[in-house]
């Protein structure tokens, strides 16, 4: 009896190998390193929001009152930040533009009379407001590790009641930091802005991932917020 051999197709041959090839890396890596179906199919689990912003008109006021940052374009830098990641990511309807609330307070603002947020915020017709206060704005290193780093002090205000939304007392910290930033740009005019720029664009991100459901921190990263 003449016994003829079946060839594969070039379609098996592709599966077997790849199917080779998996199992080779899943051996080498060790039963340790072996992810769940969920993680492979899901991605990486995601930090849920620390508080759901209502949907409503918002502004993002960024204080700085001791001046730690250089610049006061910084601001507008965070909460232009900070409102592009909102709307992105649906988290509010509408946001106010950062440049006309620095404008505005600017122009009301005096050193015997303060304005205050609420009627900065009624000017500009927002219904709520995320107020962003700089506590740390540092180029040349944080207390625990070398490099740039920030620290805000979050809350959230309704402006159409007077009322504090979140949290209920105090304010949320969100710290943030720049990796991998060449050293040779601190040494230049031009290149401290740079990094300025990065920086106050990486805080505004950390701010508003405080109201949305993000990628957890990369595994030995520095966590984004602190209570």
């Not at 918002?58 to 250089?70: A, C, E, G, S, Y």
């Not at 009379?113 to 740390?136: F, H, T």
């Not at 040779?184 to 950390?206: F, H, P, W, Y």
């Amino acid at each position: 009896m003449n016994c003829a051999t079946k060839k594969s197709s070039p379609i098996q041959w592709r599966i077997s190998a790849i199917i080779v090839i998996c199992a080779e890396i899943l051996f080498l890596a060790g039963c340790n390193y072996i992810l769940p179906a969920s993680y492979i199919i899901e991605g990486p689990p995601k930090a849920p929001a620390s508080f759901e912003l209502p949907s409503k008109r918002t502004v993002v006021i960024v204080d700085d009152k001791v001046n730690r940052m250089p610049r006061v374009a910084l601001r507008i830098v965070i909460g232009d930040s900070v409102g592009t990641e909102l709307l992105e990511n649906s988290v509010v309807p509408e946001t106010i533009s950062t440049r006309d609330a620095v404008a505005l307070i600017r122009r009301m603002d005096t050193a015997s009379k303060p304005v205050s947020i609420q009627r900065i915020c009624e000017s500009l017709g927002a219904e709520q407001v995320v107020y962003v206060e700089v506590d740390e704005f540092n180029l040349v290193g944080g207390r625990e590790e070398s490099g740039p780093e920030a620290v805000a002090l979050v809350k959230v205000l309704d402006i159409t009641n007077g009322s504090r939304l979140w949290p209920t007392v105090g304010s949320t910290a969100v710290q943030s930091s720049l990796q991998d930033i060449n050293p040779s740009l601190i040494t230049t005019s031009a290149g401290r802005r740079e990094i300025e720029d990065k920086l106050a664009a990486k805080l505004g991100e950390d701010v508003a991932k405080l109201f949305y459901a993000h990628a957890r921190r990369e595994l030995g990263g520095r966590l984004g917020v602190k209570k």
